[in-house]
């Protein structure tokens, strides 16, 4: 069983960083593709950056191209994204999720989710 526990959100200003954990408490997590979504109020579920299991590929969503860097340390279990340069339209609660099957890009194709964690970016 996977259990993701994400943190490092928290409310910044435009143009500043933040970085977000995810920890895989079950060490399952090192055989396992890992993401990065985000919801904002009233919209949909959105692909962030997705990350193979040996992280020697990634894949990020149009809209963080550039700025974001999503990263992943297996001896520690623990899964990163680096977000540079955020931006208002960044504000969201951000996910991790784990073992993707079929389009990883869509959020039903999914298996493990975390809780959640809120970043929110003023301008």
């Known amino acids: 069983q996977v259990q993701l526990v994400e943190s490092g959100g928290g409310l910044v200003l435009a143009g500043a960083s933040l970085r977000l954990s995810c920890v895989d408490s079950q060490r399952t997590f090192s055989r396992l593709p890992m993401g990065w979504f985000r919801q904002a109020p009233g919209k949909e579920r959105e692909f962030v950056a997705a990350i193979t299991w040996s992280g020697g590929s990634t894949f990020y969503g149009d809209s963080v191209k550039g700025r974001f860097t999503i990263s992943r340390d297996n001896a520690k279990n623990t899964m990163y994204l680096q977000m540079n340069n955020l931006k208002p339209e960044d504000t969201a609660v951000y996910y991790c999720?784990?073992?993707?099957?079929?389009?990883?890009?869509?959020?039903?194709?999914?298996?493990?989710w975390g809780q959640g964690t809120q970043v929110t970016v003023s301008s």
């Open positions: 999720a784990a073992d993707p099957e079929g389009d990883y890009k869509k959020d039903t194709d999914w298996g493990y």
